[in-house]
């Protein structure tokens, strides 16, 4: 079983930055690592993911402004947050994707206006 902890979220005025870290208790080599968010009343959605190869894929909303990047040797999964808005507020969680599906418990995100 693979334990995922996130770091790096906080408090953040619209326009500003912050950057994601989720720490993996075993090896991410060749696995297909996700970041995803869920605000109060939405439904969890995918922000960004990238593959083993480092592919990547993100959601529209995020597109240009977010960048996920891995640093296997660390087992660890990050996402730069660039240009801030309210809508980004929300509790971020790292995902194992494949091969099998772990969780990590979230970090929260606010972007006050």
Same mark, same amino acid.
């Given at each position: 079983?693979?334990?995922?902890?996130?770091?790096? #979220?906080?408090?953040? !005025? *619209?326009? @500003?930055?912050? $950057?994601?870290?989720? %720490? +993996?208790?075993?090896?991410?080599?060749?696995?297909?690592? #996700?970041?995803?968010? !869920? *605000?109060? @009343?939405?439904? $969890?959605?995918?922000? %960004? +993911?990238?593959?083993?190869?480092?592919?990547?894929?993100? #959601?529209?909303?995020?597109?240009?402004?977010?960048?996920?990047?891995?640093?296997? %040797?660390?087992?660890?999964?990050?996402?730069?947050?660039?240009?801030?808005?309210?809508?980004?507020?929300?509790?971020?969680?790292?995902?194992?994707?494949?091969?099998?599906?772990?969780?990590?418990?979230?970090?929260?995100?606010?972007?006050?206006?």
């Amino acid at each position: 079983q693979v334990q995922l902890v996130e770091s790096g #979220g906080g408090l953040v !005025q *619209a326009g @500003g930055s912050l $950057r994601l870290s989720c %720490a +993996a208790s075993g090896n991410i080599f060749g696995a297909t690592m #996700g970041w995803y968010r !869920q *605000a109060p @009343g939405k439904q $969890r959605e995918l922000v %960004a +993911a990238i593959a083993s190869g480092g592919s990547t894929n993100y #959601g529209d909303s995020v597109k240009g402004r977010f960048t996920i990047s891995r640093d296997n %040797a660390k087992n660890t999964l990050y996402l730069q947050m660039n240009s801030l808005r309210p809508e980004d507020t929300a509790v971020y969680y790292c995902k194992q994707i494949f091969p099998r599906p772990y969780w990590g418990q979230g970090t929260q995100v606010t972007v006050s206006s």
